[in-house]
């Protein structure tokens, strides 16, 4: 059965196909990146910036967890990480207070979250107008939250991918700037749909990204 399915996720559909359009901005944007695990969509932009494919600089990633490794990452491309861990905030206001003064003392003016897992308030969203996008697994607006994954699995649908979007204050909601679509195979696990899933995540970041700075 499987072999009518990219089951390698390089031949998903993904729309609206903007790599063909010029998206290269003339001056560099100046990107903030929020992370709180892995990292490897970070790690796709600062690739995507050094090999020439996104006119781009990351001026600072803002981290959660102390154990991230998307640090290390910034590290290994010697890049600003700064650690602002949500336990020594009382109030999620608090926390995105200090995310917003970061990005300014960094002279950010494009934040990424990518693969950020904390809630965030208006205090964020006013700092940056239509200025910050968000990374999900899934084709929203199915499946928002957390286990967006596992969601996709549990519903039993047959395609599933990801949507990069500009933030609104509701959870995993706003104007979607582009999809990727996969196929959810029948022996799929959480690990192997997310897999096939961050495939199209490190096409689609970047072109994202590109596209709002060619705006
Ligand atoms: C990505 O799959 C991203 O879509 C998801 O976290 C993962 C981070 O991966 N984000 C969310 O679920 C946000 N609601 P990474 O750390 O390897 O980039």
Redesign the pocket.
Known sequence: MSQYYPIDGTSSLIYPDISAQNLQPMKPLKLGVM?????????VVAQAIQAGKLNAQIQVLIYNNPS???AERAKNHGLEAVLLNHRDYKKRENLDRAIVKTFRQYDVDLVI?????RIVTQELIDAFPDRII????SLLPSF???R??EQALEAGVKITG?TVHLLRLE??SGPILIQAAVPVLPDDTAETL?AR??IQ?HRILPLAIASLAAR
């Open positions: 992370a709180s695990g892995n990292g490897s969509n970070f790690e991230a490794k998307a979250m990518a693969g950020w897992m968000n990374i999900h697994p928002k939250g957390v967006a994954v990801c959870m995993d997310h899933i961050q995540e």
